[in-house]
């Protein structure tokens, strides 16, 4: 708290707080927070967070003026924050609520707002405990859900306040990630004009099926980004995959002729590496948490493929509606439709306009709340 105190002294502007739980929910709000610093020259930004996975991966580069971890919620510490921060519009991204920052901005009028927010039936906001969690969600000046099935759960449990579908920013972040520029010469080089299947966010379950699928394809390349990039699990990963190369031993030169799998063995990139691929396949759906971020690749107008466990993910279940993602639980099935995709270049390229149209067409989220901020005057330039 000291440095954070030193720190608003010292400096001059307006500020606008942002809080993200974690990695996920930052790029999340990202889009959010681009357009806030371009139209709000003169604001300072803050940026905190929860999780490390967030604040140790952004704590040097994230568009932000100041990064911190969010002191623990408690009334003092609530107080003592927005009096050293006194921001002018807060922003929690998707699930934080924190009930002694939650009720002081409420009590002192600062305006708060839920982002990219999702409700289901399951969650604590509506089991026994609801009730006080619910009249939490009271305390925001405007709530901003990615869906109507999420105002409707509100809705019907009693939830007093404003509240809007706004669609999910995520949809903005990858739309800007694949219109960045990139060039990796060695990956280039690596592909050259081969079919490459792209796997994200693997874990030990993800690469014993990539690991056959392999086998059964010779003529595929991989790249295979794994969930954890420290040298235990890069280990591993490469005595699976027995003609692999390391991105490190790439990059330094190291001769791949004779290698099909790439292992990326660090971390930040794989955002832009679906660009290289002809099929994609999203890790974590044999884990209990579930699949990760299947919009990075569909966003570059690629068919997906994951595990089973990818109930958490309503993009994932839209994909499987469309026809341009595929959840398989078996080793068959997998090999099964990876076969047909790079037999059946038709097909293939019609399903990956699908995920492309998918993305396309759920544009648009950050424009919506930014058009709130100005429509209300919450912040003035």
Known sequence: ?????????????????????????????????????????????????????????????????YVYYLPMDGKRNAAAFLDAVQPKLVIFVKYESWYHYLSTLHQRKIPTLLISAIFKSEQNFFGPLGSFLRSMLENYTHIFVQ??????????????????????????????????????????????????LVAGSTWDEDEEMLSAASNEFPSLKLIIAPHEVNPAVIEKTQLRFKDSILLSALEAGKNSSNSRVLVIDCVG??????????????????????????????????????????QRSAEAGELIKL?????????????????????????????????????????????KIMRYIEKNLLLSN
């Open 1 to 65: 708290m000291h440095n954070i105190i030193s720190d608003m002294a010292n400096g001059t502007g307006p500020v606008i707080w942002m809080h993200c739980a974690s990695l996920g929910e930052f790029e999340q709000g990202r889009p959010v927070l681009e357009q806030l610093k371009k139209t709000y020259v003169g604001h300072r930004i803050i940026l905190t967070f929860f999780s490390p996975s967030g604040y140790e991966i952004r704590k040097n580069n994230s568009g932000a003026d």
């Open 147 to 196: 869906d109507k099935d999420s105002l409707d759960l509100l809705k019907k449990f009693g939830v007093r306040g404003a509240c809007s579908v706004a669609g999910d920013t995520r949809f903005d972040r990858v739309q800007e990630i694949i219109n960045q520029p990139f060039n990796h010469h060695s990956i280039e080089n690596f592909c050259t004009d081969e079919e490459v």
């Open 269 to 310: 990139m794989l955002s832009k590496l679906y660009r290289f691929s002809t099929v994609c396949y999203v890790g974590g759906g044999f884990n209990k948490a579930g699949i990760h971020n299947i919009l990075e690749a569909a966003a570059y107008g690629r068919v997906v493929l994951f595990g089973p466990n990818y």
């Open 323 to 367: 026809g341009a993602g595929f959840s398989c639980s078996r080793q068959g099935e997998f090999t099964g439709f990876l076969g047909r995709m790079l037999e059946d270049k038709i097909e293939r390229e019609k399903k990956n306009n699908i995920a492309k149209e998918f993305v396309e067409t759920n544009l648009g989220s950050a424009e």
